[in-house]
């Protein structure tokens, strides 16, 4: 799924995305200097924050000398070219933000917000790391599981064939069958 070294790309975007939620923690984690290093050390060059309502703001910065380029936004009405285009995903544990970087075959880490009551979203990126397909972390243990990932570990999520559901469905509203 990933691969560690993709240096022939000049341009390796990491993209984080806290969704709609409010979520400066996971923001506040990657705007910090150690992991703006780790990723730079790990050969990315961008780093774009997509920051939802937060009111945290990240330091922007033009990159070069050592260093990454960074930009931020709030919303989008679609981040399909932001994910389309990055080496990296750092996503908040909302179910549509992972399925989304596993369809395109990312490499992704989830950060767990643990400020959420009834937290069905950590037992999803846990179940889902376990199983190898993304790295689960929280904002505090960011910039280690940076440190520590290899992208080759990774296995492909398997794509479901919707068919038989939608044949079941269709035979229990009375449809014909095809």
């Known amino acids: 799924m990933g691969n560690d070294d993709d240096s022939m790309n000049s341009k390796r ?11 400066d ?11 703006k290093r780790e990723l730079f050390a ?5 780093l774009l924050i997509q920051i939802g309502r937060g009111s945290y703001k990240p330091t922007k910065s033009a990159g070069g000398d050592g260093s990454l380029a960074v930009d931020y936004f709030t919303f989008s009405s679609s981040i399909a070219e932001s994910l389309k ?3 990296l995903v750092i996503s908040h544990a909302g179910s549509g933000s992972i399925f989304e970087s596993l369809r395109q075959s ?15 979203q950590a037992e999803l990126a846990e179940e889902l790391a376990e199983r190898r397909h993304l790295f689960c972390a929280h904002p505090q243990t960011l ?3 940076i440190s520590s990932m290899k992208l080759n570990s990774l296995l492909p999520y398997p794509t479901g064939d919707a068919k038989p559901v939608a044949k079941l469905i269709n035979r229990f509203l009375g449809f014909p069958e095809d």
């Open 13 to 23: 975007v990491v993209f984080v995305t806290v969704g709609t939620t409010l979520f």
């Open 25 to 35: 923690a996971l923001v506040r984690a990657v705007d910090t200097e150690e992991v």
């Open 42 to 46: 790990k050969g990315y060059t961008h």
């Open 85 to 87: 285009s990055a080496s």
């Open 106 to 120: 990312k490499p992704l880490i989830v950060v767990v917000n643990e400020d959420l009551m009834d937290n069905h």
């Open 143 to 145: 910039c280690n599981t």
